[in-house]
């Protein structure tokens, strides 16, 4: 996703002539409390451990072992950054809650209390799943998330939740998408490290309709027929031309920190790539110094590899002197536990996430935490993009067939977590005796 120099600084001129207007965010760390679970008289009844026992007995009859080790429990409040599903949805205003339990122990249940004058509610009951985590989404409140097994309660800490406001939002509702907001970055044969030889962006390329924005590709009919010769660093051979898509806001919206998110159902298609990713304000770099801009890849995903294994990767790039590429990040094999059971990535949409804050970039799918990064923080203001591009060195892969696939986007929001910042960690307490 790189940019040729020449490129950088034709942007960087056309930038500099419309200006800078766009909105500006800033962000302090997410709400997250984190606790050794515990359970003792005030956390647990008799009844409870009862209960507890009972329920711990019914499950492992179906196989699933009672813990017999101490549990670390955290309940983390973030935005609304959790909604899996199959189809399009309107995104919420509440916020997430997302308890996890550490060992996981799917399928064990997880019951969410909220705090009332009388003391703890409970409220709904979700189960873990592969990660040890149970997503909830409820009224704004205080709340908490105990789990039971062979008679042991663990509870976890506090959190207080409230509704969320986003800074920016695009929800891709009607036929047409948003010019005054997306721009179309009609460039080729970019860039230094990922050259698309055989590609332009091209609005054709992409459309809305359904309640989301599909980013696809497609044949160049300027070139039809024309064979395309590309090499690169892994392949080479011929290509026919292509269009590809990648909306930015370029020149409307630019972002300084916050928690960046969007929905997204990604291509089944290999060949091609989709992402969700920022550029620095006037696609501009200062060589060795991150602070002044990087490169967000929040997400990208490379259609399916034919061995089930598919995951996303994130990465953070910038550039040393002579265009010298410095790349941290990696792809995520942690991240497919969010996936339904006999699902793929391209059977259901995700929200992918970034919290960027002074400090660090934190990257969630579905608001479970698979990677966080301290180096390389831009201190910059950066625009989004979305995209579905083919690079060279992936074309040997993409056929016929494939090129009518797209990646959909249900929705894309930016939210300022300033206001949500209650940071802090407590150990808890001795674990209560298993139940007689």
């Given at each position: 996703m790189s940019l040729t120099s020449a490129l950088v600084r034709t942007a960087a001129a056309r930038f500099a002539r419309i200006g800078s207007f766009g909105l500006v965010v800033t962000v302090l760390l997410l709400s997250s409390l984190q606790v050794v679970a515990h359970a003792d008289g005030a956390q647990s009844s008799k009844q409870g451990a009862k209960q507890g026992a009972k329920q711990g007995a019914k499950q492992g009859g179906k196989g699933t072992k009672a813990r017999k080790v101490s549990v670390r429990g955290t309940l983390a409040s973030l935005p609304p950054v959790v909604q899996p599903g199959l189809s399009p949805a309107a995104p919420s205003d509440n916020g997430s809650l997302v308890a996890t339990f550490t060992p996981a122990d799917q399928g064990r249940r997880v019951t969410l209390e909220r705090q009332t004058?009388?003391?703890?509610?409970?409220?709904?009951?979700?189960?873990?799943?592969?990660?040890?985590?149970?997503?909830?989404?409820?009224?704004?409140?205080?709340?908490?998330?105990?789990?039971?097994?062979?008679?042991?309660?663990?509870?976890?800490?506090?959190?207080?939740?409230?509704?969320?406001t986003p800074q920016f939002e695009d929800t891709f509702s009607g036929t047409t998408l948003d010019t005054t907001v997306w721009n179309d970055q009609e460039?080729?044969?970019?860039?230094?490290?990922?050259?698309?030889?055989?590609?332009?962006?091209?609005?054709?390329?992409?459309?809305?309709?359904?309640?989301?924005?599909?980013?696809?590709?497609?044949?160049?009919?300027?070139?039809?027929?024309?064979?395309?010769?590309?090499?690169?660093?892994?392949?080479?051979?011929?290509?026919?031309?292509?269009?590809?898509?990648?909306?930015?806001?370029?020149?409307?919206?630019?972002?300084?920190?916050?928690?960046?998110?969007?929905?997204?159902?990604?291509?089944?298609?290999?060949?091609?790539?989709?992402?969700?990713?920022?550029?620095?304000?006037?696609?501009?770099?200062?060589?060795?110094?991150?602070?002044?801009?990087?490169?967000?890849?929040?997400?990208?995903?490379?259609?399916?590899?034919?061995?089930?294994?598919?995951?996303?990767?994130?990465?953070?790039?910038?550039?040393?002197?002579?265009?010298?590429?410095?790349?941290?990040?990696?792809?995520?094999?942690?991240?497919?536990q969010v996936l339904g059971k006999n699902r793929s990535w391209w059977d259901e949409f995700h929200v992918f996430s970034v919290e960027w804050t002074p400090t660090e970039y934190i990257f969630r799918v579905d608001g479970r935490e698979y990677y966080r990064e301290t180096g390389a923080v831009s201190q910059a203001d950066q625009y989004l993009v979305l995209s579905n591009l083919t690079s060279d060195y992936e074309l040997h892969e993409l056929t016929a067939d494939e090129v009518s696939d797209t990646a959909q986007v249900d929705w894309v929001r930016v939210f300022d977590a300033s206001s949500q910042e209650s940071v802090r960690v407590t150990r808890g307490r001795k674990v209560a005796k298993k139940s007689a």
């Open positions: 004058a009388r003391g703890w509610k409970a409220v709904t009951t979700s189960t873990e799943d592969s990660w040890g985590s149970a997503a909830f989404s409820p009224a704004p409140g205080t709340y908490r998330a105990r789990t039971t097994t062979g008679g042991r309660t663990w509870v976890t800490g506090s959190v207080t939740t409230s509704r969320w460039r080729e044969h970019e860039s230094v490290y990922a050259p698309r030889t055989c590609a332009r962006v091209d609005p054709s390329a992409r459309r809305v309709g359904e309640g989301v924005l599909h980013l696809g590709v497609a044949l160049d009919p300027a070139r039809a027929g024309l064979p395309c010769d590309y090499a690169s660093t892994r392949t080479s051979g011929t290509s026919p031309y292509l269009l590809n898509s990648q909306v930015a806001t370029e020149h409307t919206r630019f972002f300084r920190h916050g928690i960046v998110a969007a929905r997204i159902k990604p291509q089944r298609a290999k060949g091609m790539h989709s992402g969700l990713w920022l550029l620095p304000s006037g696609t501009k770099y200062t060589d060795g110094v991150p602070a002044a801009g990087t490169e967000i890849d929040v997400m990208e995903f490379f259609g399916e590899n034919g061995r089930g294994n598919e995951t996303i990767g994130s990465h953070i790039h910038y550039y040393e002197a002579g265009w010298d590429k410095i790349s941290l990040g990696d792809t995520f094999k942690d991240a497919r």
